[in-house]
């Protein structure tokens, strides 16, 4: 499988569930991380997404993108972090899309305020008034996680991946956690796995 996208973008979700694949059965990808500048990127690009957005990935000839949707794919297609029942299953599409909606474009506009990027000064207030709107998600999956390790219950699974790769953005723009504990301990145990390490490099 080919994967599309530089590493700094939402491209690392995908090279993180990769990362781990490729760790536990030996599955191979390559990484072409340009950043599609030139018009002929571009036209590539679109050709594989019409939204001109990456992670886009060729898994033998499909092509898919959404990093959600593609760590999805692959968890289906190796069975592996997968849900093991229907209800499991469910609930990882329900976190996925609670964690695209509630809180994916929301800290990636905390981020921009916060750290003064993609154009945008640093601005302190505003960085505090969109972490305001996050008070709620963060709660939801704070007390969700108080009675369990993991999303699914006692294992790891693509349900984790998935919501933990936008919450690295929380870390990254060292958003104060010690309300949420339940939270903080589970982001820690999620984004603290080797393979996410070495997928961020
Ligand atoms: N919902 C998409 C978002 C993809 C996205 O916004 N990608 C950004 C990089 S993080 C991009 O390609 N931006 C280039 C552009 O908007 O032209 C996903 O999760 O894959």
């Known amino acids: 499988m080919k994967i599309y996208g530089f590493a700094q973008s939402r491209t690392f979700r995908v090279l ?6 490729r760790r536990a059965t030996g599955f ?23 939204m001109g957005k990456v992670p886009v990935v060729n898994d033998d000839g499909f092509v898919l993108c959404e990093s959600m949707a593609i ?11 997968a849900p093991r029942t229907l209800e499991q299953e ?17 800290l990636l506009q905390y981020l921009r305020f ?6 945008v000064q640093i601005d302190e207030e505003q960085a505090a008034n969109v972490l305001e ?11 969700v996680l108080a009675d369990r390790t993991y999303l699914l219950g006692d294992q790891f699974s693509v349900a984790d991946l998935n919501v933990a790769s936008v ?19 589970w982001a820690s ?6 393979a996410l390490n070495f997928a961020r490099i």
């Not at 990808?29 to 019409?50: A, C, G, I, K, Q």
């Not at 760590?71 to 972090?81: E, P, T």
């Not at 709107?133 to 007390?143: E, G, K, M, Q, Y």
């Not at 010690?178 to 301990?185: K, R, S, V």
């Open 114 to 119: 916060k750290l003064g990027i993609m154009g």
């Open 167 to 185: 919450f690295m953005w929380a870390q990254m723009g060292q958003v104060p956690m010690t309300q949420y504990p339940h939270l903080q301990n």
């Open 133 to 143: 709107t996050l008070d709620r998600p963060f709660n939801a999956l704070n007390s």
């Open 16 to 21: 993180w569930m990769a990362e781990e694949l």
């Open 189 to 194: 145990r999620c984004l603290g796995r080797d």
């Open 28 to 50: 191979e990808y390559s990484h072409d991380s340009r950043v599609f500048t030139t018009n002929e990127e571009r036209e590539f690009l679109l050709s594989m997404n019409p």
């Open 90 to 106: 469910a609930t990882t599409w329900q976190w996925s899309f609670w964690v695209m909606t509630a809180v994916d474009a929301q």
């Open 71 to 81: 760590n999805l794919y692959l968890a289906k297609k190796h069975d592996f972090l």
